[in-house]
């Protein structure tokens, strides 16, 4: 619902600007859209990844190139907490 949207939105911004994390945000955005692999038939959702929050799973999180993003997961967790209906993308 909205509301649990917005609640979410501001407590995102104020973990932003409390612990000046946004670049690793981004990151963690970025590498998690570019799990999408175009190759897999109709590009099946969740099947063929994406944006999907995948990225807090292991092997996936544990990859070399997205080091240091496990802790930028673990600062996003009160969120999810707080408004459990939101999804991890």
């Known amino acids: 619902k909205q509301s649990d ?3 979410a939105q501001e407590m995102v911004d104020g973990i932003i600007k409390e612990k ?3 670049p690793v945000f981004v990151r963690l955005a970025w590498h998690d ?4 692999d175009v190759s897999i038939p109709d590009s099946e959702w969740p099947k063929a990844g994406g944006a999907i929050g995948s990225i807090r799973f292991d092997p996936e999180i544990n990859h070399g190139a997205n080091a240091g ?3 930028a997961v673990k600062i996003l967790e009160p969120v999810k907490e707080a408004f ?3 999804s991890y993308a």
Do not use: E, Y
């Not at 859209?33 to 999408?36: C, L, Q």
């Open 84 to 86: 459990p209906d939101i």
């Open 20 to 22: 000046n994390c946004g």
């Open 5 to 7: 949207l917005d609640g």
């Open 69 to 71: 993003l496990a802790g």
């Open 33 to 36: 859209s570019g799990t999408h």
